[in-house]
């Protein structure tokens, strides 16, 4: 009788352990899980300000002085701008990309000899994503469910649905719609060598559309899963 008793706290003990223990367990399986939004992977809200700034330093310029003296103002303040988030250890690819795109941007300035020049590399870039996004949808692997399992790695299971992927495809024909109407408008502009107009339909049609498609795709991803989670066989989760 007393070893049963010496052996009840013992027991007690372990309980409270193996409690402990799964709590710890499930709250380092949250922090693996967590991974960042696409507003943290896109630099957060100030790097899509930050991000803004080149082309309004660019256009700002160019009707003040010119194209040339502009072309050096956009870079300038693309490079403070990379410096500026290394100096305070913020994530560097948004910067980087944001400076890549400049610096093509001001390479074909230089090679037009014309400010539109400017926006030429963005017009073409929003055709070849239209075209690619388009093309995902016709072969049944649309991009927006692609994109999305790719960088949260979830992998691909909702292929394995129809509705599931219907939804992929609502947001797929978003993002084809953003693409295609910048491409058209700014295309559009670039014909009528209006540089001002190309920097406000820049900004304009850049992140306020691209919030949009995002949030359909976020949409398509809930309503995917919530597919998914209705059609999974009874104690495969439990698995």
């Not at 979830?154 to 491409?183: E, H, M, N, P, Q």
């Not at 540089?195 to 900004?203: D, E, M, N, P, Y």
């Not at 795709?217 to 999974?232: G, H």
């Amino acid at each position: 009788m007393s070893t049963v008793s010496r052996g009840l706290p013992t027991g007690k003990q372990s309980g409270q352990t193996d409690a402990r223990d799964t709590s710890d367990g499930a709250a380092d399986s949250r922090e693996q899980t967590s991974q960042p939004t696409l507003l943290e992977q896109m630099g957060g809200v100030w790097g899509l300000v930050f991000s803004s700034v080149p082309i309004v330093v660019f256009v700002a310029v160019n009707a003040v002085f010119d194209w040339q003296p502009a072309i050096w103002s956009s870079v300038g303040v693309a490079v403070a701008i990379a410096v500026w988030r290394l100096v305070r250890k913020e994530p560097l690819q948004p910067a980087i990309s944001g400076l890549l795109g400049i610096a093509i941007a001001a390479f074909i300035v230089l090679r037009t000899g014309s400010a539109r020049g400017f926006f030429l590399f963005g017009i073409w870039t929003s055709l070849v994503y239209a075209g690619l996004f388009l093309l995902s949808a016709l072969v049944r692997w649309p991009l927006a469910g692609v994109a999305w399992s790719a960088l949260n790695n979830t992998g691909f299971r909702w292929r394995s649905d129809r509705v599931a992927t219907l939804y992929y495809d609502v947001a797929t024909l978003v993002w084809i719609l953003v693409f295609g109407s910048k491409f058209v408008v700014q295309n559009w502009l670039y014909g009528q060598d209006q540089v001002s107009l190309l920097g406000v339909a820049r900004i304009a049609m850049g992140y306020p559309l691209t919030a949009v498609a995002i949030a359909v795709t976020v949409w398509a991803v809930r309503k995917a899963d919530k597919r998914l989670a209705s059609i999974e066989p009874p104690g495969s989760a439990a698995a």
